[in-house]
C-alpha cells in the first residue's frame, strides 16, 4: 500500500503548474490571432460577424477589411516545459464586451497587452484597466506591414507606462514570436511578484 501511495504522490508532483494568462488590447489588434498561433490545441473562439448593431459603435478605421469580432474571450494553451502550462484568454476588444473583463481576469497570473502603432490609443483603456487592478502586464507592439515604425522608447512615453513594464516588438501571426512575449511576461510577473513580497518587510 505505501508503494502504491508514493506513485501516486510521485505522480501527483509531475503535474505541470497550470497559469492563466489574458492576452488584451483594441478591436483588431491580433488578440485572436495571437492566441491561434500559439496554442498547442484547437483554439476556443467566440467570434461573430460584424453586424449593424456594431455601427457607429466599433471603430474599424485601420482594420477596414476585419468581418468578426470577439464576444467573449478566444482560449488556448501552451506548453512552456515540462513544469509549466500556461492558459491563454483573449479578451474582447470592445467596450460594449468589457462586462465579462472582471470574470475573465479572475486569477491571472499576468497580461499581455498587444498594441498596433497606427491605433495605439485603442490599448489604454487595457493598459488603464491592469493598472488599476494591479495586473502585471507587458506590451507587445504588434508590427503590422505598412504600419510607421515606432521605437520602444516612444511607444512607453505615449502610453506612460511605468518605467518598470516592458515593451516589445512582436508578430502575432508567429508562433515563436507570440511564444517570446509570453516568456517575457513569466518574468515579468515574477519580478513584480518577488517586489511584492519585499515590500512588507521593507516597510517594517
Excluded at 121 to 131: H, I, L, M, N, Q
Aim: glycine share 8%; hydrophobic share 40%.
Amino acid at each position: 500500500m505505501d508503494y502504491e501511495h508514493s506513485d501516486e504522490q510521485a505522480g501527483e508532483q509531475a503535474l505541470p503548474t497550470a497559469i492563466k494568462i489574458l492576452i488584451a488590447g483594441g478591436f483588431g489588434v491580433g488578440k485572436t490571432t495571437m492566441v491561434g498561433a500559439v496554442s498547442e490545441t484547437r483554439p476556443l473562439r467566440t467570434e461573430e460577424v460584424l453586424s449593424e448593431q456594431g455601427v457607429g459603435i466599433d471603430d474599424i478605421s485601420g482594420v477596414e477589411q476585419k468581418n468578426t469580432t470577439t464576444v467573449a474571450m478566444d482560449f488556448g494553451r501552451i506548453t512552456i516545459s515540462d513544469e509549466l502550462v500556461l492558459y491563454l484568454f483573449g479578451t474582447p476588444g470592445q467596450d460594449r464586451f468589457w462586462f465579462v473583463w472582471d470574470e475573465l481576469a479572475l486569477g491571472a497570473l499576468g497580461a499581455v497587452v498587444l498594441a498596433d502603432t497606427r491605433r495605439l490609443a485603442d490599448c489604454f483603456p487595457s493598459v488603464d484597466y491592469f493598472e488599476r487592478h494591479g495586473t502585471p502586464f507587458i506590451v507587445a507592439v504588434n508590427c503590422f506591414e505598412g504600419a510607421r515604425q515606432y521605437s520602444l522608447d516612444e511607444v512607453q512615453l505615449a502610453l506612460n507606462l511605468d518605467p518598470d513594464v516592458p515593451v516589445m516588438l512582436c508578430d502575432a501571426r508567429r508562433r515563436q514570436s507570440g511564444k517570446e512575449v509570453l516568456i517575457a511576461l513569466l518574468k515579468h510577473a515574477k519580478k513584480a511578484r518577488d517586489r511584492a513580497l519585499n515590500q512588507p518587510a521593507t516597510a517594517r
